[in-house]
């Protein structure tokens, strides 16, 4: 351990300079503030730091203030001497150091605080060490998250496919996301959806959504039925996947000939129509438990099904959408999705504009408290799509 002294007495320095023998530490002196300081820029490691109150180029206070500035300054604790017993004096000088030793003190007094300061010194060195080594191990963790959620995220990319008339929107609570959005369309131009929220945030929630996001489209691409669908996927859920990490889903199809969307909804919010005046209503409620919440004997498939007509706009969330919360903890709830709604129902850019309006109401676009996912179908814009394809194959 190194000890710097700072004082101009020379009876001072050499009893220090016997102490520090003592417990074998390393003792450096000077005799003024400035020298201290310029030994202190030179060496910032010094463990310790004795100062005499009463310096002649500078004041205690002074001194002490410009140590704490210097760029290496952590915890390097400050030990005044004093020959005054003054109670103002002891406080202030208490205030900007962490100790005091009266003058005249006695060889036994000194060790026993050079002793006690040195243990303190050593816990906050053993603090440092600790800090850096975990500070080097959330690097690396943050590294490994990061290329973990690459892997994810192009596992993901290349299983959502970008379909006209359809407009999506995620923003997970974390690095990784719980929450799914998938589409693809068969030879007919019908159009399949999954939009769906696995149990818990973050790496958990994503491995747990990993084996529905594999093989929703394949399945998808046999054009088996909806219900169907979630059966199979069901399946592999509860082969794959703990019983305690469940998937709400809400699976669609679309017949751009019939209009009719065939679904089958388990654990999910209502989906949500708003047609060509503006009105919004509820529309596939969940009929069923959620994905992996029962073996395939007890698995329910009946789907619902509806028609959409020309204008409607059908919108489909996650829970994290109406959960929401406000600086103040108010809940957005499906009363401000539905008010966010129909104030965009006019604009060509409804999914924009609950998404802003999303974001006004928590406070700032980082302040999610749960994976949040919005998928919009605009059926005149796919039905358009859908016209030009098959205008494009007839000629």
Sequence with gaps: MDLLVVDPEAEVR??????????????SFAE?????????AAKPDFDLVFAAAELGDM???????????????????????????????????????????????SQQVLLAKILAHKRIRGLYKDLQSQNR????YQRRAESELRIAADVFRQLTD??????????????????????????????????????????????????????IAEHFLA??????????????????????VPPYILCAALIGRFDPATGRVHYWSGGMPPALVVNAA???????????MAIGACEDHQFEASEGELTLQPGDRLVCHTDGVTETCSPAGDFWGSEGLVAALQQGAQSGNLLENVIAQLTAFRGTANAADDDVTLICLDVDAYLAHVRQASAGAAG
């Design 59 to 105: 004041g205690a206070i002074d001194f002490a203030s410009r140590l704490r500035q210097l760029a290496h300054y952590g915890y390097q604790p400050l030990i005044f001497l004093s020959a005054s017993d003054e109670a103002d004096e002891l406080v202030a000088l208490l205030e900007y150091g962490d100790d005091v030793i009266m003058k005249p003190f």
């Design 158 to 211: 290349r299983s959502v496919q970008a379909v006209p008339g359809v407009s999506t929107f995620a923003s997970p609570y974390g690095v990784f996301s719980g929450d799914i959005v998938l589409m693809t369309r068969d030879a007919d131009h019908s159009l399949y959806f999954l939009v769906a929220d696995v149990t818990g945030h973050g790496l958990a929630a994503a491995l747990g959504s990993m084996p």
């Design 278 to 288: 503006g009105d919004v209503r509820p529309l596939f409620r969940s009929m069923h």
């Design 14 to 27: 050499l009893v220090f300079f016997v102490a520090a023998d003592q417990v074998g530490c390393e003792v």
């Design 219 to 240: 399945l998808a691409a046999t054009g088996m039925a909806v219900g169907a669908l979630a059966r199979e996927l069901n399946r592999i859920h509860v082969a794959r």
């Design 32 to 40: 003024s503030g400035a020298e201290a300081l310029a030994l202190l």
């Design 133 to 136: 080594q975990l500070q080097a």
